[in-house]
């Protein structure tokens, strides 16, 4: 199977491999779509098995950011950057500074940020090679870590889900947290002051001891987080979690979290539509960090200072937009990934098509 052939692919611009020897950096840029703007998406490293699987992520990931930024209404495509490596034992300056001149080599045609494994420390040093870098602090229009901004729209998301499907407020409310990194920590502080019950896991178990005593959260292992009787299922960890494995042993009438590409493939969440379970599209809810970052890209080409008010008026429009996929899902019995989908394509193909004729 060569590269176009791939169901990842789906209709990208572009895809750009960068190998630099001295540094050891492997990365891979993958743009999706710049027909709303330039391509925006975070940079993420990873020990991946093989060069395969790392595109296959990038592409993955770079398609579902032109899906979020849409339903975000932001005024950017979609893109995704992934760094072959171990995070915790390959990080270096000058790779960073390599990665800054790989992102600077695509032309403005994408804005890179955080992602799993990648710091805002790290994207300093690519800052030096790059003006495409988003989501760093120390000036004006600087947005800081998106971590509280995504995790605030899931918490949103979480809170309309369970209001729908359960008829109730978060008190009192099982939610069980699939990884309590930067996202799912901010996410459990914020369930727990609305007086939710916590049942947390994660591969890091300082993390998760450390969120647990703040919260009183219950604490499994990473492999019976599927298996503990639940409201909500909020994964917030990699991809893939809602897949034919755990499919029948999540008993959550909710699925609602902060990964990206929850569901293993497009049958898992029309299993989940036909079981009666609430499935809220992930890259709708996890839109705020996004946000975020596009409020500091603003600033940025505007020569402003970053502007919270702006957040805050499209996070509330993006729970609007959470509403009229959960309300279409409804009234056309159809899973809402499948609408959140459509919405997003038309989305991007009107703007596409204002481009071509622009």
């Not at 990665?99 to 300093?124: C, H, I, N, Q």
């Not at 729209?153 to 729908?164: A, E, H, Q, S, Y």
């Not at 299922?233 to 979690?241: E, T, V």
């Not at 609602?256 to 499935?279: H, I, K, S, T, W």
Request: aromatic share 6%.
């Amino acid at each position: 199977m060569t590269l176009f052939d791939s169901p990842a692919f789906e209709g990208h611009e572009g895809v750009h491999a960068f190998c630099d020897e001295r540094t050891g950096l492997k990365t891979i840029i993958a743009v999706h779509s710049t027909a709303r703007g330039p391509a925006a998406g975070g940079c993420r490293m990873w020990p991946y098995a093989s060069a395969e699987l790392a595109l296959e992520d990038a592409l993955r990931l770079s398609r579902a950011m032109s899906y979020k930024n849409a339903m975000a209404d932001l005024e950017l495509g979609g893109g995704k950057a992934v760094i072959i490596g171990d995070s915790r034992t390959q990080k270096t300056p000058a790779l960073f500074e390599a990665f800054g001149r790989a992102v600077e080599d695509v032309g403005g045609k994408y804005w890179t940020a955080e992602d799993v494994g990648v710091s805002p420390a790290d994207l300093m040093h690519a800052r030096k090679h790059t003006r495409y870098v988003a989501g760093l602090e120390g000036h004006p229009a600087a947005s800081g870590d998106p971590s509280p901004v995504t995790a605030e729209g899931i918490f949103r998301g979480i809170r309309l889900c369970v209001r729908r499907a359960m008829n109730r407020e978060l008190d009192g409310v099982t939610v069980a947290i699939q990884g309590v990194g930067h996202v799912g920590a901010y996410l459990a502080d914020k369930l727990h002051a609305a007086g939710a019950k916590l049942v947390i896991a994660d591969v890091n178990e300082e993390a998760v001891q450390e969120v647990a005593g703040r919260t009183g959260a219950k604490v499994v292992s990473p492999g019976a987080i599927f298996d503990v009787a639940t409201d909500v299922f909020a994964p917030c960890a990699l991809g893939g979690a809602v897949n034919t494995d755990t499919l029948d042993r999540i008993s959550a009438r909710i699925i609602a979290g902060g990964a990206n590409n929850q569901l293993a493939d497009p049958e898992v969440g029309r299993v989940l539509f036909q079981r009666g379970m609430l499935y809220a599209p992930d890259y709708v809810i996890n839109g705020g960090g996004i946000i975020n970052v596009a409020g500091e890209i603003r600033a940025l080409d505007r020569g402003e200072a970053f502007d919270p008010a702006w957040v805050e008026t499209k996070l509330a429009r993006l729970m609007q937009t959470l509403e009229e996929v959960l309300d279409r899902s409804r009234q056309e019995s159809r899973p809402t990934h499948e609408v959140a989908n459509e919405i997003a394509r038309a989305r991007i193909g009107g703007a596409a098509e204002k481009k071509a004729a622009a």
